[in-house]
C-alpha cells in the first residue's frame, strides 16, 4: 500500500535539505512531552533488550528486510516474559497472537518483516529456539512476527527474505544505539505518503516514580495526516490523506512493540499497549481500514519471568498495582509518537519495484515550519537554547 500523495512527494527529491538528516526529531531542539528519554533514546534503554537488523537492497526490486527484537539475550523458552498484544485495526498477519493472549507471555524473540515473508520468519524462529540444548524436549513453539505490506517499493511476491535472513537479525542483536528509518522490516514501507521505516524512542520515569523506563520501535507504514508535537506538518504541507483525490489510500499497517523493566503481568501490559495508539493517533494516523495497527507489549523484569518448568504448581510475583500504572502510560503514549516521527527523519528517499519513487519528509521544511510556530529550532549537532523543546 502506498497513497498516490507519493506521486507527488517525488517533486521533493530534488531539494537539498539545509538540515542534516538522519537524526531524532530532539537533535534539533524540539522534545515530545514531558518525560526524559533514556541514553540511547531507544528500545534498547530498557535493561536486557536488545535489536536485531538485517537490510536487503538487492537491484532494482528488492526493498525489504528483518528486525528482531529479544527481551534479553538468552534461552527465552525456558524463561517466559509476561507479555501482551492489543490489536488498534487487526488488517495483518500477527503470528503468536492468540497464546499471547491466552497464556500471557512470549517465548521467541520478536520478529518484524514483510507481509508475505511471514512464514518464513516463524520457521526460523522455531529453528532458532530448537538450537538451543535445554530445548531438546521441546514440541511446541509459539514464533511472534509481525508485518507491514512493502509491496510498493519492494518485490513482495519474490519473498527474498530467507530464514538465515531472520537468523543473522536475531545473532546481530545488541544493545545500545538502533539503526532506524529504511533498515530491517523498514527498508520498504512508507508513512504519510513519505519514506517510513523503523523508529524507535524511550522515557525514563523519575526515581520517585519507581525510576522504570519504557522504550518502545515501531514499523510505520500506514496514512493520515502527519502531526508533529502539535504541528499539522502534513497539511502545511499540502501533503496528506484526502489532499489530493478521495481514492487516496491510507492502508499499509504499523507494528508497535513496547518495553518495560516495570514488573507487570500480562493484564497491565495490555492497558500500557491500549496507550501505544494513542501516541499513533497523536502523529495524524487514522487507523484506516486496511491498515494492520498491533501493539505488543513486554516487561524485563526478572521478578515477572515465567519458567518453562517449575518445581510449584503455584507462582508468587510483585507486579504494579493499578494506580502506579499512569506514569507508564504517560510514558509510552510519549515514546511511541516520538519513535513514529524518528522513523519519518531518519528515512531517505528511494526508488523501488517497477520504479516506484518514494520521497523523504523534507526536513528543513518541517523545522521552518516549527520554528514559524515558536519551537526553538537549532541546527542538528549544536546545544539547544534555553527552554529547548518546548513551545514559548
Not at 521533493?12 to 514531558?34: E, K, M, N, S, T
Not at 489530493?244 to 497491565?268: E, F, H, W
Not at 510514558?331 to 524518528?342: C, D, L, P, W
Amino acid at each position: 500500500m502506498v497513497s498516490r500523495l507519493v506521486v507527488a512527494a517525488i517533486l521533493l527529491l530534488g531539494c537539498a535539505p539545509a538540515f542534516a538528516q538522519h537524526q531524532d526529531l530532539r537533535a534539533y531542539g524540539i522534545d515530545i512531552g514531558v518525560l526524559q528519554p533514556g541514553r540511547w533514546n531507544a528500545i534498547t534503554d530498557v535493561p536486557g533488550v536488545r535489536v536485531g537488523q538485517k537490510t536487503l537492497i538487492q537491484g532494482h526490486d528488492v526493498r525489504t528486510g528483518v528486525t528482531a527484537i529479544l527481551p534479553y539475550p538468552g534461552n527465552i523458552f525456558r524463561d517466559k516474559v509476561p507479555a501482551a498484544v492489543y490489536v488498534g485495526n487487526g488488517f495483518g498477519k500477527l503470528t503468536g497472537a492468540t497464546q499471547i493472549a491466552e497464556l500471557g507471555n512470549i517465548e521467541t524473540p520478536i520478529v518484524l518483516t514483510n507481509t508475505l515473508s511471514v512464514p518464513t520468519a516463524a520457521d526460523a524462529l522455531i529453528d532458532y529456539t530448537f538450537s538451543f540444548p535445554a530445548n531438546a524436549d521441546v514440541l511446541s513453539v509459539n514464533p511472534v512476527v509481525g508485518e507491514t505490506n512493502d509491496g510498493y517499493l519492494n518485490d513482495i511476491r519474490g519473498r527474498h527474505v530467507t530464514k538465515q535472513d531472520v537468523l543473522d537479525a536475531i545473532k546481530s542483536a545488541q544493545t545500545g544505539r538502533v539503526a532506524q528509518g529504511d533498515v530491517g522490516a523498514g527498508t520498504g514501507t512508507v508513512a504519510f505518503g513519505y519514506k517510513g521505516g523503523i523508529g524507535t524512542s524511550s522515557r525514563k520515569l523519575p526515581a520517585s516514580l519507581g525510576g522504570y523506563t519504557v522504550g518502545v520501535l515501531v514499523q510505520t507504514n500506514f496514512g493520515g495526516v502527519l502531526d508533529i508535537a502539535g504541528v499539522p506538518v502534513g497539511k502545511l504541507l499540502h501533503h496528506y490523506y484526502l489532499s489530493d483525490k478521495l481514492n487516496d489510500s491510507p492502508d499499509g499497517s504499523c507494528m508497535i512493540v513496547v518495553a518495560t523493566d516495570a514488573p507487570l503481568a500480562s493484564r497491565n501490559l495490555e492497558r500500557l499497549a491500549k496507550r501505544a495508539i494513542l501516541g499513533l493517533a497523536k502523529t495524524g494516523g487514522i487507523e484506516s481500514n486496511g491498515s494492520g495497527d498491533y501493539v505488543i507489549a513486554f516487561s524485563t523484569n526478572k521478578a515477572v519471568r515465567m519458567p518453562y518448568q517449575a518445581a510449584s504448581p503455584l507462582r508468587q510475583e510483585k507486579v504494579l498495582r493499578n494506580d502506579a500504572m499512569s506514569p507508564l502510560f504517560m510514558a509510552t503514549i510519549e515514546a511511541t509518537e516520538e519513535a513514529i516521527i524518528n522513523s519519518l527523519f531518519h528515512a531517505q528517499s528511494m526508488t523501488g519495484r517497477d520504479h516506484h519513487q518514494v520521497a523523504a519528509l523534507t526536513v528543513d521544511k518541517v523545522l521552518e515550519i516549527m520554528r514559524q510556530r515558536g519551537y526553538p529550532v537549532v541546527e542538528s549537532g549544536k546545544p539547544a537554547p534555553a527552554g529547548a523543546g518546548s513551545k514559548p
